[in-house]
């Protein structure tokens, strides 16, 4: 199989790749998806081949994506993805616990939208601030 990509799509790739391998990996441990792994390695591997030799870094005999790539925003993208996520999933469950015993259905989910969209208002204000835990 070929695949002709400019270096700006190739860049984009590698991007892609990354991000999704950490989405899958990064909370597994030692139980990684090692295909996802070497599907990386692999296109990393080919950094050198288009001018792109500060991306990468070897070690081991393996090649990795270098600090300078880590370090020039990826992480700021994934950080940002995990907070959207984060207060996402955390509207939806305090929603859903405000509503207990209601059980979704047609008849209420215009509320537990609303009670969502609330949640929503407060985290863009005050993200986590009035937050608290009570026993």
Known sequence: MTIDLTEKEFRRLLDLV?????????ARGEDRFEDYDMLQEKLFALCPQVGMTA?????????FPSRAYEEGGIHEAIADYEDAVFFDILAEELAR???EGEGLD???ESELMNRIEEYYSEFEQHGIDNLTVEQ
């Not at 990354?18 to 990064?26: A, E």
């Not at 991306?55 to 090649?63: K, N, T």
């Open 18 to 26: 990354y991000v999704g391998d950490w989405i899958l990996n990064s």
């Open 55 to 63: 991306l990468v870094e070897r070690w081991q005999g393996h090649v």
């Open 97 to 99: 616990r405000d509503m």
């Open 106 to 108: 047609a008849g209420n």
